[in-house]
């Protein structure tokens, strides 16, 4: 459910929808949520100051993800 | 496309975008709410009515900011214009909203009697903004409002007439 509430919610707000994808990585550290996205949206997703990333460390945070960690990756694809 | 429409119908649209991605996250977070959309104030302004939403509240309205950050972001990214939608869950804003207008009334009646500036404590923009609203609706008074700081220690300035 968590990578759905995330990938719907990058979706949503960036100018490339089709390229976002959500990976499930679970390793010795914990949980992390990789967030790829096309590497135009790169800065959309991070927001200024890093503001609209951590709006959705919050709601990912919120929907039962506190100790999950999100990173934001950009994939250069063509 | 925009230009053929007025404002008010442009605050519509904004609604349902938002309506929309908001539909979308209850749906996957499996959360009933009823999705209201209303243009107040030159503002598109939605609200999440659902009795058991406190989880996208959060502590002090955290996670309600962050939600309405990213809905006026996703608004941003259909209509290509900043949003300035306000969004409310359960009725959060609405209930800090009046508990500022008394707290702003008290200290205005204060700075009145004292004729000191009084510094109200910091605030986010939303709340700043209920407390220079609610001090400008007490004419008579005759009372000014600043806001001095820096994030997150912003906070609004009662000053004497």
Redo the contacts between chains.
Sequence with gaps: ?LE??LE??VK????HPDDVSVKDRVGKRGRTLEVHVNQEDLG?VI?RNG??A???R??VS??GGRSVRVDLIDDTRD | MTETKNAGSHLEEEGEIAAD?LE??LD???LDGDIDMDVENDRAAVSIAGGNLS??V?KEG??L???Q??TR??V??VTGERSRLMLDIDGFRAQRRSELVVTAGRAAEEVKASGVAFSMEPMNPFERKVVHDAIAALTTMGLKTESEGEEPNRHVVILPA
């Design positions: 459910m759905d509430a719907h919610l949503g707000i960036v100018e959309k927001g503001r609209t951590k709006a959705l919050t709601v919120a929907l | 991605y979308g996250l996957i977070a499996d989880v996208l959060g955290e996670v900011d962050a939600l950050e990213l972001l996703a941003h990214a």
